[in-house]
């Protein structure tokens, strides 16, 4: 058994083997026999923490009697979408519920560190990783949806006889995007939890806090970037100039 294992995982590891050795074959992986890690169990909880307070707030949806919980979430959208209308215009609502749910799982991930005997999965560089390769999906996909495959012109350039220069250009810089999301996310979160950890190793007062509190002001600031970020390449790739 891992040293660095949390007990979560332990949990997971001592009744959930076989579904975790099973996950691993069908991405062509050996079986392994403690084979769930931190960062995925941490990710499934965090899934499901999102799923019970979405079932929690659409039980206590009231027009008239809003609660906190809906207060808050209504705030977070409002915020969402506002942010969506700078960055995509007035078409942006049909891309609502992923930005919404990229921010908020982010979000979810970075925070959960700040609780006891538990740690951020996005410290985690497969995390970021795949944070960043989903949004470079989705912003393809939908500039394809937008644009049908004239969507490629966009990697063409303005001239034809330019396309030759242009189109491995764009691609990096494209693969660039995905490559830049995954490293920002990952740096100054793994940075921010080994910085309070190693204050809380040092000394257990007043210190720890206001390295807490500078984690968890990273950890809003870079959910944050990373969804405006995301609605930076759905505007561009759905603008009508492509």
């Given at each position: 058994?891992?040293?660095s294992e949390l007990w979560i995982t332990r949990i997971f590891n001592d009744t959930l083997p076989g579904l975790g050795n099973a996950a691993l074959q069908l991405v062509g992986l050996p079986p392994q026999p403690r084979p769930w890690a931190d960062f995925v169990v941490m990710q499934i909880l965090v899934a499901v923490l999102l799923m019970l307070v979405a079932v929690l707030l659409r039980s206590r949806l009231s027009v008239?009697?809003?609660g906190k919980l809906q207060h808050t979430c209504e705030l977070i959208y409002e915020f969402v979408r506002g942010q969506g209308e700078d960055q995509v215009g007035h078409g942006s609502a049909r891309y609502l519920a992923y930005f919404g749910t990229i921010f908020l799982f982010i979000l979810t991930c970075n925070l959960i560190?700040?609780?006891p005997a538990f740690q951020s999965p996005t410290k985690n560089p497969s995390v970021t990783c795949g944070c960043a390769l989903a949004t470079f999906a989705y912003y393809n996909l939908m500039g394809i949806r937008a644009h049908g495959f004239k969507y490629i012109l966009h990697f063409l350039g303005p001239q034809w006889w330019l396309a030759p220069l242009m189109f491995p250009i764009e691609i990096i810089s494209h693969l660039a995007r995905a490559l830049s999301l995954t490293?920002?996310?990952?740096?100054n979160m793994f940075a921010g939890e080994q910085v309070t950890l190693v204050f809380l190793q040092m000394t257990k007062f007043l210190i720890p806090v206001a390295f807490m509190g500078l984690h968890l002001f990273v950890g809003v600031v870079q959910a944050y970037i990373f969804m405006l970020l995301t609605m930076a390449y759905?505007?561009?790739?759905?603008?009508e100039e492509h």
């Amino acid at each position: 058994m891992p040293e660095s294992e949390l007990w979560i995982t332990r949990i997971f590891n001592d009744t959930l083997p076989g579904l975790g050795n099973a996950a691993l074959q069908l991405v062509g992986l050996p079986p392994q026999p403690r084979p769930w890690a931190d960062f995925v169990v941490m990710q499934i909880l965090v899934a499901v923490l999102l799923m019970l307070v979405a079932v929690l707030l659409r039980s206590r949806l009231s027009v008239d009697r809003p609660g906190k919980l809906q207060h808050t979430c209504e705030l977070i959208y409002e915020f969402v979408r506002g942010q969506g209308e700078d960055q995509v215009g007035h078409g942006s609502a049909r891309y609502l519920a992923y930005f919404g749910t990229i921010f908020l799982f982010i979000l979810t991930c970075n925070l959960i560190g700040l609780i006891p005997a538990f740690q951020s999965p996005t410290k985690n560089p497969s995390v970021t990783c795949g944070c960043a390769l989903a949004t470079f999906a989705y912003y393809n996909l939908m500039g394809i949806r937008a644009h049908g495959f004239k969507y490629i012109l966009h990697f063409l350039g303005p001239q034809w006889w330019l396309a030759p220069l242009m189109f491995p250009i764009e691609i990096i810089s494209h693969l660039a995007r995905a490559l830049s999301l995954t490293v920002r996310l990952y740096a100054n979160m793994f940075a921010g939890e080994q910085v309070t950890l190693v204050f809380l190793q040092m000394t257990k007062f007043l210190i720890p806090v206001a390295f807490m509190g500078l984690h968890l002001f990273v950890g809003v600031v870079q959910a944050y970037i990373f969804m405006l970020l995301t609605m930076a390449y759905v505007g561009s790739a759905v603008a009508e100039e492509h």
